[in-house]
């Protein structure tokens, strides 16, 4: 079956640095990508990788490991704004297949 | 701006009565979705479109229909609305130009809907 797992709820501290890890089972892998949403609101896009490696956009970077289909997100310089959920994305075999995992929740605390 | 634009935003109705979510993006998109969320489940999606003409199921596609005559509109049909299907209705789209471009979904606001 299909499957992607992420933490369900996560705490920092302002001006901290938080990982959030995720894991997929998928029929085939075209890219992992993040979004972030806050409650009740539009998820909006942050990070993709489709290769190996770390994906760096200011604050937040992505990391991608293929063989074991694994991936994280990394938020660094934490704000209060960061509290949100943070969902992790894998498209699948059938192209137009947008996987979601269910989301790690991100509070920060002053 | 660009953007993904859904109606209605909120909606109440009741069981068995027909209804429509619009949805219109003006990026020139060719792929576009729908996705319901609903809490413990995450995004589901329910129906995507490659292209015009092109439509095909996710993995929640029970109760909905979908249509793509223009590239630009994607609506989502609730024949015979049931209390399961109260949820938060989220429509996206994205290009298909570059490596990244079908992982970069850009949502509408999302359209709360409740069956009674």
């Known amino acids: 079956g299909q499957n992607i797992d992420q933490p369900t709820e996560m705490t920092a501290t302002e001006g901290a640095i938080v990982q959030i890890n995720c894991t997929y089972q998928?029929?085939?892998?075209?890219?992992l990508s993040w979004y972030q949403q806050h409650d009740g609101g539009a998820p909006t896009f942050l990070s993709y990788?489709?290769?190996?490696g770390l994906e760096e956009t200011g604050r937040f970077s992505s990391f991608l490991s293929r063989s074991d289909s694994y991936g994280y997100l990394l938020l660094q310089e934490l704000q209060m704004k960061d509290s949100a959920s943070y969902l992790c994305?894998?498209?699948?075999?059938?192209?137009?297949?947008?996987?979601f995992g269910q989301g790690t929740e991100l509070s920060v605390k002053p | 701006e660009a953007q993904v634009t859904q109606n209605p935003r909120y909606l109440i109705t009741v069981t068995g009565k027909k209804l429509t979510v619009t949805c219109s993006q003006n990026?020139?998109?060719?792929?576009m979705s729908w996705y319901r969320q609903d809490p413990g489940l995450g995004l589901r999606q329910i129906y995507y479109?490659?292209?015009?003409?092109?439509?095909d199921k996710g993995d929640v596609p029970e109760g909905y229909k979908v249509s793509r005559k223009e590239k630009r509109n994607f609506p989502l049909i609730l024949e015979s609305p049931s209390p399961n299907q109260t949820s938060l209705y989220f429509c996206?789209?994205?290009?298909?130009?570059?490596?990244?471009?079908?992982?970069?979904?850009?949502f509408g606001a999302g359209s709360r809907l409740t069956v009674l």
């Open positions: 996206a789209s994205s290009s298909h130009e570059g490596a990244s471009g079908a992982n970069v979904l850009t």
């Open positions: 998928t029929s085939g892998f075209y890219g």
């Open positions: 990788n489709a290769l190996d």
């Open positions: 994305a894998v498209r699948d075999l059938e192209g137009g297949k947008l996987i």
């Open positions: 990026m020139n998109h060719e792929y």
């Open positions: 479109s490659m292209n015009v003409e092109v439509t």
